[in-house]
């Protein structure tokens, strides 16, 4: 089902003082695209399945099955867990947060949108920009990952890893430009895999953890004891246990980044108002599930100090691995005995990276297409073709993919982790954006009277939950490279490289704020004045009518109520 005119239906009006500068797109340059005949809508081809799935798919990726196993060596099964299940709790509050926002108006934009409308154009300038500054990093790393997960059985000495980057590349370009629904569908069943996967891989555990593997040993809690349930880092005793959570943040981060994603997708669901809440709502059950399950079973099937881990191994190969060797589950299939095991497991990774490359350069193109909706890219980003396919923005995001190219080198497992470091403190902006401007979307709400019972969904937790998730994302993104400013002889006196891959984002992110309000002059938006409903009546009217056509259609067979009804709450 096609959008009218962006402006027109999205509700995305120009904000004050862009008379003067240009901040968004002018009256003019809106006569323009109404005259012209060109498109600047997308298609609402995503169905709640591709919506559910993609929320879940986008967070499952190499930062869970992979990263959980240097955080554990780091810092022990106790310090993990912890640190897991704090920043789960943030993502969910930033989810509820994000919820509320695009049910009530679910844009093309995004929370791009959101923040230039609710909060500052300013925040949604900088906000927009960091967020593709991520994805247009992110994209080339997976590729880089994929290259390196095949060497797992291919030598790089023996086929160059940029041939499997061009393969990558290609086939992820084509995904994204044959249209939405295809690239739903085959998330849609890529995701799914990766959560049959991580499904399979907890129930493995606990059949290890139980002594169920063939060296039937009945592990229990027997690693919390010996070696322990934490490792000191740094310092040792109880500074050195707290400071061991503390660095486990930046891969707990990672491995939850991408969550936020279904923000991205609103403009292109169908039936947001009902489908981005209940994407919402199963976030918590899914973060308990996924992640909290898992890395507490990791946590009792594999000691932290095991030489197999790349991160106490002295073993250059070991060391640098990448795939299915750096993987805990490969590291607690060893132990148990199971041959066979870490080649399918690297087959699952490699999809892993796949799904996410792929995903990644989709959130990139509509980023840079939202930032042009708000007039804050070039016009020509905003188009799209007759498919509803933004091919500018997604052709520019596919061009820094080629960074992927820099990688080949040997070095490349290094340059992986500064890349992961740098995603991460992007990441973290990025939830700190979504929360500041959903206060002051509940500002505006009840400066204009808009009630609770109004709202197609309500975040839980209120204001409160998100003042408090705010602080929280804050401290993780100041402190999270703490290590950086100790002594460390492997760096000397200080970790230089880390510190700007750790901080980097951080004033680019206010120099974009600080530069966009220099250049424009433009206040904050006050409560009264920000739009809440512009756009709102024409997403009404084209719910109402999807909702219609759906009545017609019935209540679909009994495979389809069954699966709605007790299995859809996985995916």
Not at 374 to 382: T, W, Y
């Amino acid at each position: 089902m096609s959008r009218r005119n962006v402006h027109e239906y999205q509700g995305d009006p120009p904000m004050a003082g862009d008379a003067e500068k240009g901040g968004n797109l002018k009256p003019a340059d809106e006569q323009e695209i109404r005259l012209a005949d060109v498109h600047h809508d997308l298609t609402r081809g995503l169905q709640a399945r591709h919506i559910t799935m993609i929320a879940i798919g986008g967070a499952i990726g190499t930062g869970l099955i992979i990263g959980t196993g240097s955080a554990l060596a780091q810092a022990g099964p106790a310090a993990v867990l912890i640190s897991y299940s704090i920043v789960g709790f943030l993502v969910y509050l930033v989810m509820c947060a994000l919820g509320e926002m695009a049910a009530w108006l679910p844009l093309g934009s995004g929370f791009t949108g959101y923040a230039a409308r609710f909060c500052d154009p300013a925040l949604g300038f900088a906000l927009g920009w960091t967020y593709w500054f991520k994805y247009i990093i992110v994209t080339p790393n997976q590729l880089t990952a994929a290259s390196l997960v095949l060497q797992y059985w291919v030598d790089r000495k023996k086929v160059n890893p940029g041939i499997w980057i061009t393969i990558f590349l290609i086939t992820i370009l084509l995904i994204n430009y044959f249209g939405i629904r295809l690239f739903g569908e085959i998330e849609f069943w890529l995701s799914s895999f990766k959560v049959v996967t991580i499904v399979a891989l907890i129930i493995l555990s606990l059949i290890l953890a139980l002594g169920g593997g063939p060296d039937h040993d009945r592990k229990g809690f027997r690693y919390w004891e010996n070696p322990g349930a934490f490792r000191t880092y740094i310092a040792q005793g109880p500074k050195g246990h707290f400071l061991a959570v503390w660095s486990v943040f930046v891969m707990a981060t990672f491995a939850y980044l991408g969550t936020e994603l279904v923000g991205v997708t609103v403009g292109e669901a169908q039936n947001p108002r009902r489908t981005i809440p209940r994407a919402i709502r199963l976030t918590f059950y899914r973060i308990l599930f996924f992640y909290i399950l898992s890395v507490f079973l990791l946590g009792l099937i594999v000691p932290y100090n095991s030489p197999r881990f790349p991160y106490n191994s002295n073993d250059p190969k070991i060391k640098s691995s990448v795939g299915a060797s750096a993987s805990p589950y490969v590291v607690a299939i060893e132990l148990a005995g199971i041959n066979g095991l870490p080649h399918v497991l690297n087959a699952c990774i490699l999809v892993f990276v796949f799904s996410a490359s792929n995903s990644d350069l989709y959130i990139a193109s509509r980023t840079l297409y939202g930032l042009a909706l708000e007039g804050k890219a070039p016009k020509i980003f905003a188009r799209t073709d007759r498919r509803g396919v933004p091919i500018y923005a997604l052709g520019t995001s596919a061009l820094f993919a080629l960074l992927a190219y820099m990688n080949v080198a040997e070095e490349s497992t290094t340059v992986f982790k500064y890349f992961v470091n740098l995603t991460t403190i992007f990441g973290i902006l990025t939830w700190i954006s979504i929360l500041v401007t959903h206060i002051w979307f509940l500002k505006a709400r009840r400066a204009q009277g808009v009630t609770n019972d109004q709202m197609p969904y309500v975040s839980p937790f209120g204001m409160g939950g998100s003042i408090g998730a705010l602080i929280g994302c804050c401290l993780i993104a100041v402190f999270k490279n703490f290590s950086v400013f100790t002594y460390d002889k492997s760096y000397g006196n200080f970790d230089y490289k880390n510190f700007i891959t750790g901080y980097l984002g951080i004033p680019l992110y206010l120099g974009l704020i600080a530069g966009y309000k220099i250049w424009y002059r433009q206040p904050g938006i006050a409560p009264m004045e920000a739009d809440l409903f512009g756009g709102k009546e024409a997403i009404d009217r084209e719910e109402e009518e999807f909702l219609r056509q759906q009545a017609a259609k019935g209540p679909g067979t009994p495979t389809q109520q069954f699966y709605k009804k007790w299995v859809s709450w996985l995916f």
